[in-house]
């Protein structure tokens, strides 16, 4: 029963987290893109991925001036807060900040209101690159940002740092492929798949469940055909019981008695519920009140007699 609750358990919470995670407003579009940020005077590329919020990079891509936050602001390497001074006098810059501290889109949304033109996001600890997500509605957030990986960050940012002071180092962003997945292939993939399978696996646990509950009992037919007597003081003999011991009253003069295979004898409500929904074994001696070929107590009598 323990082991029903935590199935159900965990039936629910998929049922209930996974609509609310996906159905989430401003999650905005579906699929990934890979991008692209070359530095325009030697050409070299850095692969980076283009974000899942904000806008997306027209097909000349963006070309800007690249801002590495720690060169005006070094407590602000995150940019988990507006810049103090706004960056977009002098036309178009792209903020370079570093994963952590804030959401995605919150760096991306200081950036903006700081004047910035797009977003890169580096990764100071891994290697993987991902799209950048965001909960909640992300529609107020309208330049475009993407996700570069710590080999490819670290590259990007000594090319800036190695440019001569007074100059700034000229990039592109470009966005290569765009794969988009359609809303009703997300909505079947994240969410419809794994409740059908999760509804597969309960349905069909629930069945084993079953068997198992029915194989340790006995067919009430069976149980209706095992021969009844009547009980009476004036035919009571030594060695007979005298008690039912399953619900240990004494036998009273006229109570219906079942008597098992085994000879123990019990009144027969006591025994007939005992048999149908407890075990198919006598309370006292445990031996099997069904033969051999009532093993197979799924089976209907009818069909047990063409087995
Ligand atoms: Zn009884
Ligand atoms: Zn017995």
Same mark, same amino acid.
């Given at each position: 029963?323990?082991?029903?609750?935590?199935?159900?358990?965990?039936?629910?919470?998929?049922?209930?987290?996974?609509?609310?995670?996906?159905?989430?407003?401003?999650?905005?579009?579906?699929?990934? *893109? $890979?991008?692209?940020?070359?530095? @325009?005077?030697?050409?070299?590329? %850095?692969?980076? =991925?283009?974000?899942?919020? /904000?806008? &997306?990079?027209?097909?000349?891509?963006?070309?800007?001036?690249?801002?590495?936050?720690?060169?005006?602001?070094?407590?602000?390497?995150?940019?988990?807060?507006?810049?103090?001074?706004?960056?977009?006098?002098?036309?178009?810059?792209?903020?370079?900040?570093?994963?952590?501290?804030?959401?995605?889109?919150?760096?991306?949304?200081?950036?903006?209101?700081?004047?910035?033109?797009?977003?890169?996001?580096?990764?100071?600890?891994?290697?993987?690159?991902?799209?950048?997500? *965001? $909960?909640?509605?992300?529609?107020? @957030?309208?330049?475009?940002?993407? %996700?570069?990986? =710590?080999?490819?960050?670290? /590259?990007? &940012?000594?090319?800036?740092?190695?440019?001569?002071?007074?100059?700034?180092?000229?990039?592109?962003?470009?966005?290569?492929?765009?794969?988009?997945?359609?809303?009703?292939?997300?909505?079947?993939?994240?969410?419809?798949?794994?409740?059908?399978?999760?509804?597969?696996?309960?349905?069909?646990?629930?069945?084993?469940?079953?068997?198992?509950?029915?194989?340790?009992?006995?067919?009430?037919?069976?149980?209706?055909?095992?021969?009844?007597?009547?009980?009476?003081?004036?035919?009571?003999?030594?060695?007979?019981?005298?008690?039912?011991?399953?619900?240990?009253?004494?036998?009273?003069?006229?109570?219906?008695? &079942?008597?098992?295979?085994?000879?123990?004898?019990?009144?027969?409500?006591?025994?007939?519920?005992?048999?149908?929904?407890?075990?198919?074994?006598?309370?006292?001696?445990?031996?099997?009140?069904?033969?051999?070929?009532?093993?197979?107590?799924?089976?209907?009598?009818?069909?047990?007699?063409?087995?």
């Amino acid at each position: 029963m323990v082991q029903h609750s935590a199935w159900l358990r965990l039936f629910w919470i998929l049922l209930l987290v996974l609509p609310i995670g996906l159905l989430a407003p401003g999650n905005g579009r579906t699929g990934f *893109a $890979s991008a692209s940020v070359v530095v @325009v005077s030697t050409n070299v590329t %850095f692969e980076d =991925r283009s974000a899942m919020f /904000g806008s &997306r990079l027209g097909d000349d891509g963006l070309v800007g001036r690249l801002l590495i936050v720690e060169d005006v602001e070094p407590d602000n390497l995150d940019g988990c807060r507006p810049l103090a001074k706004h960056v977009d006098s002098l036309g178009s810059w792209v903020v370079l900040v570093e994963r952590g501290n804030c959401g995605f889109a919150e760096k991306v949304r200081n950036m903006q209101a700081s004047g910035a033109a797009a977003v890169v996001v580096g990764d100071p600890w891994y290697d993987l690159p991902i799209t950048m997500y *965001a $909960s909640g509605d992300t529609s107020d @957030v309208h330049i475009p940002s993407s %996700f570069i990986a =710590r080999t490819e960050y670290n /590259g990007l &940012r000594d090319a800036a740092l190695n440019t001569p002071s007074g100059d700034a180092l000229w990039i592109k962003l470009v966005c290569n492929e765009y794969y988009e997945l359609p809303f009703l292939d997300v909505l079947f993939i994240t969410i419809l798949s794994p409740m059908l399978m999760m509804g597969f696996i309960y349905v069909l646990y629930r069945l084993r469940l079953r068997q198992h509950r029915l194989r340790d009992l006995a067919p009430a037919d069976l149980v209706n055909s095992l021969p009844i007597k009547t009980f009476y003081h004036s035919k009571y003999r030594e060695g007979d019981p005298a008690e039912c011991a399953i619900c240990l009253d004494d036998f009273d003069d006229e109570d219906e008695l &079942r008597i098992l295979p085994c000879k123990h004898q019990y009144h027969v409500k006591c025994i007939d519920r005992w048999l149908t929904t407890r075990k198919k074994f006598c309370p006292i001696c445990k031996q099997n009140v069904c033969p051999s070929s009532e093993s197979t107590p799924l089976l209907s009598p009818r069909l047990r007699a063409f087995v």
